[in-house]
């Protein structure tokens, strides 16, 4: 293989990612603006992201892929597929995470930008964006990684025989590792690997500074010397003086608080909101249906014959969604438990941190899928000569764990390093025991960016399950696929033209999932934002 | 110095309590905010200081609890050197630090959780709590009280510590006179309650009205670096009162030193 083929193929998918990542920036700036500003749009808005940021619509992806193919067309669907998914997989959390950030702007920092007349763009530049930027630095790096995982596993897709693919570097590492090829799979593993870290370190430094810098009152201290030194000056310039004023303001209230009571001043009728906030659920079980509908029109397709075996098979599925929903529960609590300690360890050991922090979003950011194929060809034969029984639950609990972990991981890091100086020092000084701190005072100062995190990782959970549970020809001519699974299912049955056990699978999936994450997901987010906001501790930060 | 007159003699009233000797902070790799500080507190002896915004009170009395460590010098209480954050030093925050998922009484019983019974602590808690005049308000979230009566938490739950020391970083600034001026009674009757651990007061204030209704000695921080540049006793009977002509010599006294002027 060329270098410059793989370099130029590094470079495509990682711009997918960054255009993606950019575009839900920017759009989430105007969509949260437009939420903070108008109450009606905001109620439709909220309950469609909240609906959306916990369904795993990760989980569906082959059938996504169908269905774009479908619809289409070959590298065009792909394309759309694959950008699809990553969007999908990304931008909820950056949009909500920018919805709050706007939503916590302290009250008398908008009075001071209206009372100046900043005018429209002049308080999105000097006041919404940079409040911004502490809640999208803390969800830019997760959803780097999650896209690059899921870019690495869509670009190229089989149905049948037939293999789709557009250009790109998991393209390309998948036709070198199938070809056997492992000198090309070490060239674009090592490119992309640099990628990576120079991403990795870009959104590093950028993190650190909108911490220190734009979060209010927290310990990392404000480095002054930033990679991006002109954006930097300008932000400084035009960020001080409403962040010293918040400083040095003592006698104000929360945001929150007077945000409240301003709103409460606002005229709305119930009924106004009430239907906004159906509009955005509607809009939401409109999208579930589409997957549906589109799963029923593929199973129309199939002869009425074959109707009967799927409802026969149904309660056997709903059994293989089961054993899929526990393997999520594992991962997840591998990866909550993972989080937890070295998170709660890194931010107690600053010099351990600064060196360790990088390695593990490097590590977590290159793409698991691309590098697995050669976990799983150094680690089979060992594993199926000592634990040959569990041998293919190991892989795809590694491929999800690899795959999710950072989520919560990051989530917690950047929860912690949130946490005003003033409670810590309360901590040290009133000598907290370490189980009090953690369950009254750590966890729920951290829980609303837990829950998030623990959302995504479910949800990438799910992805990585439909990556794992049916990979053929994972190395060579090996195929590695569980016993047991419902994603199994769906993946081999697209793989084997089998099109309607993995529609009528999925439409099963679609319907548990959607009744799961409106019961449950959805109140505990409400429950994290509404009790356990840490900065709403502080009076005159 | 003028003051000389008024500081009377040193001898002191009872024990060393806490004490600094030559300290100074810096942030890392920046210059000293302030150096070579040294005080003493006494046994029931309400300390100030006060200096101009900026000068580095608030970072002193976080090296003074040890919340950040000193770069220079030591602090030692009852003679033996602090070298950790510990209850026997409690910090007052000059931003109002409350958890919000926490009532009243849960926001005051976390210093004592895990070290003595539940009940008891409970008990504390609300015994501190009507102390600071907020029986009543046990069961309420912060967000369901204003920026004083936070204030008033922060100081319930660092008398529940039973502090040697407390540490108090503007603590009434969010308080409306009223409020303020009872608190500050409550404070004081506080410190001379021979039955409290509590020995010793540093107050940080810049209402020099409130530093001489309330403090035996004060301690005035200035210049860059900041040292303490006066140290005044203030030789008042109590209960004071702003219509005696003394009071204004003091607080006279303190303006005279606050105000910007050559160093010496
Ligand atoms: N986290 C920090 N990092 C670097 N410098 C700091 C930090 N916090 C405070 N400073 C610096 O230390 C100096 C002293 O700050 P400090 O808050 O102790 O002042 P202060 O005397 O309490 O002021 P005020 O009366 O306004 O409360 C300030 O000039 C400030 O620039
Ligand atoms: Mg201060």
Redesign the pocket.
């Known amino acids: 293989m060329e270098l410059t083929t793989i370099t130029l193929a590094t470079l495509a998918s990682l711009s997918r990612v960054i255009v993606l990542i950019l575009i839900s920036i920017v759009s989430g700036w105007f969509l949260s603006y437009f939420a903070v500003k108008n109450r009606r749009f905001e109620n439709i808005y909220i309950s469609f992201v909240n609906i959306f940021e916990s369904i795993p619509v990760i989980g569906f992806l082959p059938i996504v892929l169908i269905i774009f193919i479908t619809g289409l067309g070959g590298t065009l669907g792909v394309e759309i597929a694959a950008d699809f998914l990553v969007f999908d997989a990304i931008v909820w959390n950056i949009w909500i995470g920018q919805y709050q950030a706007f939503k916590t702007i302290p009250q008398h920092l908008i009075e001071v930008s209206e009372n100046y007349n900043f005018g429209w763009w002049g308080k999105m530049r000097h006041l919404y964006i940079p409040f911004s930027y502490p809640r999208i630095s803390s969800d830019i790096f997760p959803s780097f990684a999650d896209a690059l995982f899921y870019i690495m596993v869509s670009e190229v897709f089989s149905v049948g025989i037939t293999s789709y693919k557009v250009f790109g570097i998991g393209t390309l590492i998948v036709q070198a590792t199938s070809a056997g090829d492992l000198n090309s799979v070490y060239e674009c593993l090592g490119i992309l690997a640099l990628g990576v870290v120079v991403i990795t370190i870009v959104f590093g430094d950028f993190s650190k500074h909108a911490v220190a810098k734009y979060g209010l009152n927290t310990?990392t201290?404000?480095k002054r010397h930033f990679v991006w030194r002109p954006h930097i000056r300008k932000w400084r310039t035009v960020a001080s003086p409403t962040f010293q004023f918040a400083r040095?303001t003592t006698k104000m209230k929360t945001g929150r608080e007077n945000i409240q009571t301003a709103m409460t001043k606002v005229r709305t009728s119930p009924s106004f909101e009430r239907s906004g906030k159906y509009i955005g659920r509607a809009i939401a079980w409109l999208f579930l249906i589409f997957i549906g509908y589109s799963s029923i029109h593929v199973i129309l397709s199939i002869p009425h014959s074959q109707w009967l075996g799927y409802f026969e098979q149904t309660p056997n599925l709903l059994y293989q969604m089961g054993i899929d929903y526990i393997r999520v529960f594992v991962v997840t609590v591998v990866s909550f438990a993972f989080a937890i300690s070295l998170g709660y360890y890194l931010a107690n050991h600053k010099k351990m941190s600064s060196t360790i922090t990088p390695v593990i979003q490097t590590i977590s950011a290159f793409p698991a899928p691309a590098y697995f194929p050669l976990v799983f060809a150094a680690m089979a034969p060992f594993l199926i000569h000592n634990i040959p029984f569990a041998e293919t639950e190991i892989f795809v609990m590694i491929l999800c764990f690899l795959g999710t972990f950072y989520y919560v991981f990051f989530g917690f890091w950047v929860g912690v390093r949130a946490i005003p100086?003033e409670f810590l020092e309360l901590v040290g000084n009133y000598k907290i025991g370490f189980f009090t701190k953690m369950r009254r005072i750590i966890l729920p100062a951290t829980f609303p960016y837990l829950v998030t995190g623990l959302s995504s990782t479910i949800n990438s959970a799910w992805g990585g399950l439909a990556v794992g549970e049916y990979w053929p020809n994972i190395y060579q001519n090996q195929t590695l696929q569980v016993h047991t699974g419902m994603m199994k299912v769906i993946s081999a049955g697209l793989a084997n033209n089998d099109v309607g056990i993995a529609a009528w699978t999925s439409l099963l999936f679609a319907v548990v999932v959607g009744v799961y994450s409106i019961v449950f997901t959805r109140n505990l987010m409400d429950l994290a934002r509404k009790k356990y906001v840490i900065e709403e501790g502080i009076y005159a930060a | 110095m003028s003051t000389q007159a008024l500081n009377g003699s040193n001898e002191t009233i009872g024990e060393v309590q806490l004490e600094c000797k030559d300290l100074g902070y810096s942030?890392s790799g920046?210059s000293f905010?302030f150096k070579d500080i040294n005080l003493k507190t006494y046994t029931d002896e309400l300390v100030a200081i006060v200096?101009?915004?900026?000068?580095?009170?608030?970072?002193?009395l976080?090296v003074l609890g040890n919340l950040i460590p000193p770069t220079t010098g030591h602090v030692f209480l009852n003679g033996t050197e602090v070298k950790s954050p510990s209850p026997k030093i409690s910090l007052v925050h000059?931003s109002i630090a409350t958890f919000p998922w926490m009532t009243a009484v849960d926001n005051v019983k976390i210093v004592l959780r895990g070290k003595i019974e539940d009940k008891e602590a409970t008990e504390i808690a609300k015994n501190m709590i009507g102390l600071v005049g907020l029986r009543g308000y046990e069961e309420s979230y912060p967000k369901e009280m204003s920026g004083g009566m936070r204030q008033r938490i922060a100081i319930a739950r660092a008398l529940a510590a039973s502090p040697t020391i407390m540490l108090m970083?503007?603590p009434f600034v969010h308080l409306d006179e009223l409020t303020a001026n009872s608190l500050r009674s409550e404070i004081y009757s506080i410190v001379f309650n021979p039955v409290n651990e509590l020995k010793s007061v540093v107050l940080?204030s810049?209402n020099l009205h409130e530093v001489v209704q309330l403090a035996d000695r004060v301690y005035v921080?200035g210049g860059s670096p900041a040292g303490i540049i006066d140290e005044i006793k203030i030789d008042l009977p109590r209960p004071r009162s702003e219509e005696e002509p003394l009071f204004y010599e003091y607080v006279k006294m303190l303006y005279k030193d606050l105000m910007p002027k050559e160093t010496k």
């Open positions: 310990p201290e404000i040095y100086t | 942030y920046s905010i200096g101009p915004s900026g000068t580095g009170k608030s970072t002193l976080r000059q970083d503007e940080v810049h921080m």
